[in-house]
T-cell receptor, first 111, second 113 residues
């Protein structure tokens, strides 16, 4: 979730390769985490979530890993496709009533 | 099309002008949210409505007001726009409060000059 906005961290991968996007979260008391995908000109779209009682959760082509010891979250995308090009955000529920979003990572897929 | 609809999509205001951003959802969700998205800041919560008839402040409520008009609609008002409010505004909804499977609208890009 680290970001400098206009200078978003960018990950560039070749089509077909696997992508790993990382996020450091802030609150050790957070118990729920979500990854969102945001395509240009659109709102964020839910990808996958994980609760703090789990270390790993898999979806279709995506896997989220949670390391509570170092407060680290990662999103793995298998066989990355051009349609995966977007900004990816992690979010945590660190205050009970609301989600806190990271700044995002831009994924660029080269054909 | 089911989802969250925001209007307008783009708006330019002069400093001091007022405007209302509209949001409507047709998924029968109980909870609705307004976020702003700025470079380097991620999405920040402005206000939320856990259920019809209630509204609460989020992280950055100053300069804004909200109205939960009914279960479907949640509006955001800028009474006196400032350049610092230039941002992209997103409305979201969820089935119930603390159900974090939010559905987001496509956003309103607001520029205050």
């Amino acid at each position: 979730g680290e970001s400098v906005g206009l200078h978003l961290p960018t990950l560039s991968v070749q089509e077909g390769d696997n992508s790993i996007i990382n996020c450091a979260y802030s609150n050790s008391a957070s118990d729920y985490f979500i990854w969102y995908k945001q395509e240009s000109g659109k709102g964020p779209q839910f990808i996958i979530d994980i609760r703090s009682n789990m270390d790993k959760r898999q979806g279709q082509r995506v896997t989220v890993l949670l390391n509570k010891t170092v407060k680290h979250l990662s999103l793995q995308i298998a066989a990355t496709q051009p349609g995966d090009s977007a900004v990816y955000f992690c979010a945590e529920n660190n205050a009970g009533n609301m989600l806190t979003f990271g700044g995002g990572t831009r994924l660029m897929v080269k054909p | 099309n089911a989802g969250v609809t925001q209007t307008p999509k783009f708006q330019v205001l002069k400093t001091g002008q007022s405007m209302t951003l509209q949001c409507a959802q047709d998924m029968n969700h109980n909870s609705m949210y307004w976020y702003r998205q700025d470079p380097g800041m991620g999405l920040r919560l402005i206000y939320y409505s856990a259920s019809e008839g209630t509204t609460d402040k989020g992280e950055v409520p100053n300069g804004y007001n909200v109205s939960r008009l009914n279960k479907r609609e949640f509006s955001l008002r800028l009474e006196s726009a400032a350049p610092s409010q230039t941002s992209v505004y997103f409305c979201a909804s969820s089935p119930r409060h603390r159900d974090y499977g939010y559905t987001f609208g496509s956003g309103t890009r607001l520029t205050v000059v």
